[in-house]
């Protein structure tokens, strides 16, 4: 048994510290905030999301709350037309094992903190700001900001996209402002007309925005989140914002999609960010997770999908039998094997808001007319790599 001092109480912290207590580890978890909780709204879980829950435990806990939809539908959002959708149903669930499904973001945290606090060798740490590390030749440790700190036989870095940790071991500064704004909504089910309702992903792309909105919350609310590249240049997050702006930064939606648009009310924004993939996420006692490692844009729906492959990798890497004096080369191990696809789908994601999302003119026309001639069986061969993987590690 080893102690493993996790920096961030978020889904890629918690489920890493599941992960390494399975194995038999002692885990302790530092959240910055006064409580353990997730911020947010919807987000999209791929079967490679479930088959890593799975190997962690809370696979069936996440199952019961989540809406499993019948398909991604992606729409011209100024016409209204189908371009073309995936069926996510019986030939996709045979093909990669598992469902693709929707859920509110604490419908995917509280199982996995619920099983923490089941874990009697994990202990959860709040009001617990981390300011960066220390290590040496038997043992490493996160640093409090108020100057304590908190001993392990190594750190795992899982504090997000301004990892104080990451800072510490990479120095590459504030993450890339990407210049698209989302605006996000959750309105209830009840609200919705039964005409609009669709047990799917909806996608409306239009030039330089685009629009989506699926059931959560086991179907009894609608997520709305709605995207303008605006050239912003400074990060925003959860920032309230006026019903009449959103709608006004949305003036071609169709008429579809825009009764939906119009139903949000509680609008709030933020900038997204990510940054550029990198190949050093280990020093020594000390490895990065999740966001810390590789934050990505939304569009390939991956970024909590990403940080679950992360937590069971490590997890596996440091099982039951690794010793103190191993962790340094089994973290070393864990970053080559996990980098190259972690890059890949931080790529795919920026490519996916360019070339499908926001695309104008001849650019949409070309788009249209690609993805219209598309079978369900080709569009699930352009995602095999990322949904069907089992093993996390591949880049191809």
Request: some cysteine.
């Amino acid at each position: 048994m080893v102690h493993l001092v996790v920096v961030g109480g978020g889904i890629g912290g918690l489920a890493s510290a599941l992960a390494f207590a399975r194995h038999g580890h002692r885990v302790t978890v530092l959240e910055r905030r006064e409580e353990f909780t997730e911020l947010g709204a919807g987000i999209q879980l791929a079967p490679n999301a479930y088959h890593a829950l799975d190997r962690i435990g809370v696979g069936a806990e996440v199952r019961a709350r989540s809406v499993f939809v019948d398909e991604l539908r992606l729409y011209d959002g100024t016409t209204d037309e189908l371009i073309n959708s995936m069926p996510l149903t019986g030939g996709y669930r045979r093909r990669f094992g598992n469902p693709y499904a929707v859920v509110h973001r604490t419908d995917l945290y509280r199982p996995l903190l619920e099983a923490c606090r089941e874990r009697p060798g994990v202990e959860l740490v709040t009001g617990a700001p981390v300011t960066g590390y220390g290590q040496s030749a038997d043992g490493a440790w996160a640093v409090l900001a108020d100057g304590s700190r908190v001993t392990g036989d190594a750190v795992i870095g899982a504090d997000g996209i301004r990892s104080a940790v990451r800072g510490q071991l990479l120095g590459d500064g504030e993450p890339r402002v990407s210049g698209h704004t989302i605006y996000r909504s959750v309105i209830p089910m009840e609200r919705v007309p039964e005409e609009l309702r669709a047990n799917a992903v909806c996608l409306w792309a239009g030039p330089l925005w685009h629009f989506v909105h699926y059931p959560i919350s086991e179907g009894r609310e609608l997520n709305l989140a709605a995207t303008r590249d605006d050239g912003a240049v400074t990060a925003v997050a959860g920032e309230a914002v006026e019903r009449g702006t959103v709608l006004g930064e949305f003036p071609e939606l169709g008429e579809t999609a825009g009764r939906l648009l119009r139903l949000g009310h509680g609008w709030r924004r933020w900038v997204l960010c990510d940054r550029d993939p990198v190949d050093t996420w280990a020093d020594g006692r000390v490895a990065l997770l999740g966001d810390a490692a590789h934050p990505m844009l939304q569009y390939a729906a991956q970024g909590a999908c990403q940080s679950l492959e992360d937590a069971v990798l490590l997890g596996e890497l440091l099982g039951p039998q690794v010793s103190a004096d191993a962790l340094p080369a089994r973290l070393a191990a864990y970053a080559a094997l996990r980098q190259g696809r972690a890059a890949r789908a931080q790529l795919i994601a920026r490519e996916m808001g360019r070339q499908v999302y926001h695309p104008a003119g001849v650019a949409a026309k070309a788009r249209n007319a690609e993805l219209s001639a598309l079978s369900a069986d080709e569009l699930h061969g352009k995602v095999e790599w990322l949904h069907g993987d089992r093993e996390f590690q591949r880049t191809a």
